[in-house]
């Protein structure tokens, strides 16, 4: 289709992170966008202060006349939204152009310079730093995130439209309605099974993904992964390395070899060898479009991170509070050697909110040894998000597998209470579900206790 033609946009699920996200290109491109959303949370107050109306209520109604224009309106949904919804049903049925989110974004990419980021772990992350180093360095370019950057409070980077930066999302095989010039994969790691079934589909979805690459294009590949490209590492023989890597005032100090040079005492403020690992590929990415080095590196220092990506909340001697959108084991070993190499022998407790009982029961002894790990652990229920409880996966069956003695299972009601009844130096609260909600009320407890 040709999106040219289109003067409404009408969202099916507008509060997702990547809904909003190209409902604010639309709105900032003069189009009348609007939208549905099952609760108000503060990604639908912030399109509403752009002046978007949003329903929260699954009814035609509502629907203001001018998004019933057929010839003229384009309808977008994501899959976490149920196929009998009555309003993308509606839309289905009138004969509208309906597309998922996934399908418009390659739309919006297809005729630009596209960057894109893969990877079952890291891809928000990776592709808010390429967003803001090449928007920092003067580049023509708009950036889709899968998070709210906390340089910019937004999970939309507005530029020019020549170049785009774009998250891949493997979910539902989203990832396969891109074309990108320049992409990357950052791992591989089994996760969605409840889309995939085993591992090797999942990893054939991302050997799929790399045949996206247009002609003369280049894929990144962190440094093991079993494919072929430019490979990217931490202190090893990768083509874009970072060396002499070194923690001062909480951050890397690192140097950047290159095929072609080594950039010196670059400096990056967030903490985690996962997170200087998608540095690395971001800086690789953006020099091989083209961006001046010089710039990237004085761009790097200024990155300040994505909001529930090991974001500080309290960061004082005595007590430090992080919160951190871990959902996977991986990511939370990752979480778990950032905190010991910034606070090495410090006591650290764990709230964790398990994310969909089909991920917890494929990877219950993951996430019991990647738990036991902490020195205090408190488990939530599990967060169903999309899907109905499995009989026997419950947040007692995973304290079960976790080796530790201090732990136990909370409430919310129960939460802060708890938490203030530790004696933890650290406190982190992790998981994909709603417990990022919780946050701003643990914060202003805490910070009374301190």
Known sequence: MNLDTIHNVYFI??????????????????????????????????????????????DMQHVSSVFLDKKHTLVVYTPAVSKSHSQLQYFKNQGFEVLKRSEVLGLITKNTFCLAVAGTHGKTTTTSILGHLMYQSGADVTAFLGGVTENYNS????????????????????????????????????????????????????EDFTKKIKPGGKLFVKNGLPLKGITYGIEDESDYAAQNVKIEDGGYVFDLKTPKTILKNLCFYLPGRHNLSNA??????????????????????????????FTYHIKTKNLVFIDDYAHHPKEINAV??????????????????????SRTRDFIAEFGASLSQFDEVM???????????????????????????????????????????????????IGAGDIGQEVQKIKKE?????
Request: with cysteine.
């Open 379 to 429: 488990l939530l229920d599990i967060y169903p998000a999309r899907e109905t409880p499995i009989l026997g996966v419950t947040s007692t069956w995973l304290m079960s597998h976790i080796n530790k003695a201090n732990k136990q299972l909370v409430t919310k009601d129960t939460l802060i209470g708890k938490i203030k009844s530790s004696n933890a130096d650290v406190v982190l609260t």
């Open 280 to 309: 690395v590929v971001a800086l690789a990415m953006a020099i091989e479009q083209g961006c001046d080095s010089d710039e990237l590196v004085k761009s790097l220092a200024t990155y300040k991170g994505v909001k529930r990506r």
């Open 13 to 58: 699920g507008i509060g997702g992170i990547g809904m909003s996200a190209i409902a604010r290109y639309f709105k900032a491109a003069n189009i009348n966008v609007s939208g549905y959303d099952k609760a108000e949370t503060d990604i639908t107050s912030a399109l509403k202060g752009l002046g978007i109306e949003i329903y929260f209520e699954d």
């Open 446 to 450: 805490l910070s009374v206790a301190i």
């Open 336 to 357: 778990y050697q950032a905190v010991r190499e910034m606070y090495p022998g410090k006591k650290v407790l764990a709230v964790f909110q398990p994310h969909l009982y």
């Open 155 to 206: 999970n939309l980077i507005l530029g020019g439209r020549q170049i785009s930066v774009v998250e891949a999302d493997e979910f539902d095989r989203s990832f396969l309605t891109l074309n990108p010039n320049l992409a990357c994969i950052t791992s591989m790691d089994a996760d969605h099974l409840d889309i995939y079934g085993d591992e090797k589909s999942l990893k054939e979805s991302f």
